[in-house]
Nanobody, 124 residues
Framework: QVQLVESGGGLVQTGDSLRLSCAAS????????MGWFRQAPGKEREFVAT????????YYAASVKGRFTISRDNAKNTMYLQMNSLKPEDTAVYLC?????????????????WGQGTQVTVSS
């Protein structure tokens, strides 16, 4: 059974930074591509970023490209999302997930195991 646990969320002001973590257990973390999604109240879950198993390939949603950085430390079974220049529209629950396909995909249907999420709130 794969378990993913997010942490690092909080309440920040516009322009601040946060680093989210996703700790994995129950599978060979380094054998899977991973991703971050977010869901704001009343909105559908949306793709944020994804990273290959080795960490050498990343892909971002247009709304966060240039501000967010996805990374991973396979020795620590942990994935990260560094979020800079945060905006109120970044407010959401952020979830990490394991990607099923080697091809970069942004649809949540191609991600199987999910964490419970961590709340990020950006005040204006």
């Amino acid at each position: 059974q794969v378990q993913l646990v997010e942490s690092g969320g909080g309440l920040v002001q516009t322009g601040d930074s946060l680093r989210l973590s996703c700790a994995a257990s129950g599978s060979t973390f380094s054998s899977y591509d991973m991703g971050w999604f977010r869901q704001a109240p009343g909105k559908e879950r949306e793709f944020v970023a994804t990273i290959s198993m080795s960490g050498d390939t990343t892909y971002y949603a247009a709304s966060v490209k240039g501000r967010f950085t996805i990374s991973r430390d396979n020795a620590k079974n942990t994935m990260y999302l560094q979020m800079n220049s945060l905006k109120p529209e970044d407010t959401a629950v952020y979830l990490c997930a394991r990607r099923l396909t080697r091809t970069i995909v942004t649809s949540q249907r191609y991600y199987d195991y999910w964490g419970q999420g961590t709340q990020v709130t950006v005040s204006s």
